[in-house]
């Protein structure tokens, strides 16, 4: 850490005494966290079986979040991201839910890894965005569809994407690093680096180098 960091750190934790108060919620519920993570609401966690779930330093959470773990999944997130309000995080089976450093994780997102799920750093994720590595299976004349198995597929999202609010992603996919993905789309195909994608389902109508 440079001498700049831990004066910022320092003065930080000096200006706002009280902004570390509920971290020991997130340890008590089985979360490895850095000595700064800035937390200033209860969270709420449930981390079943053998799941795990680390927060790196610096990651700042200003309002009450989920995080959920079953089965084997775990839960890594970087240093210096943030966790917006009521936020979701939750990992299974043997799937791992990494979130690069300094990634922005926006109000009400939901991220469902049943199968492995990444995001790059420095990407941003407006509010609302929906992120799911399942599909329920929904044949008919059988049992009902809550009670039928799922598929599973990863979810690979880049470094600096924008990820707009209301999207939903679909298991299987990658966004490759520098894409923007548009309000309201839906994406089930990948989409390419530095793209512009948009729509229902999503379909790349730009390219970012074009704008340089």
Same mark, same amino acid.
């Given at each position: ?17 009280? #902004? ?11 979360? *490895? ?42 839960? *890594? ?5 943030? #966790? ?26 939901? #991220? ?28 008919c004349g059988k049992e009902p569809m ?7 597929g990863p979810v690979v999202i880049g *470094?600096?994407?924008?990820?707009? =609010? ?35 389902p999503a379909k790349v109508v730009g390219?970012? =180098?074009?704008?340089?």
């Amino acid at each position: 850490m440079s001498r700049s960091d831990a004066w910022n750190r320092l003065r930080f934790s000096l200006l706002h005494p009280g #902004i570390r108060y509920h971290q020991w919620q997130l340890r008590r519920g089985g979360v *490895e966290c850095g000595p700064y993570v800035w937390i200033a609401a209860k969270p709420d966690v449930a981390l079943c079986g053998d799941s795990r779930c680390s927060i790196g330093d610096g990651t700042f959470i200003p309002t009450a979040i989920q995080i959920r773990g079953n089965d084997r999944g775990r839960i *890594e997130v970087g240093r210096n991201c943030s #966790i917006d309000t009521l936020a979701r995080l939750f990992a299974a089976n043997d799937a791992l839910l990494e979130i690069g450093d300094n990634v922005g994780i926006g109000p009400y997102n939901i #991220i469902n890894a049943f199968d492995d799920c990444s995001i790059g750093m420095n990407t941003m994720l407006s509010p609302y965005v929906n992120i799911n590595c399942a599909d329920h299976g929904m044949e008919c004349g059988k049992e009902p569809m809550r009670c039928q198995y799922g598929t599973y597929g990863p979810v690979v999202i880049g *470094e600096d994407c924008w990820i707009c =609010s209301h999207v939903v992603i679909l298991k299987g996919v990658t966004i490759g690093d520098g894409a923007v993905v548009a309000a309201g789309s839906v994406v089930n195909q990948d989409i390419p680096p530095y793209a512009i994608a948009a729509g229902v389902p999503a379909k790349v109508v730009g390219d970012r =180098s074009e704008l340089r």
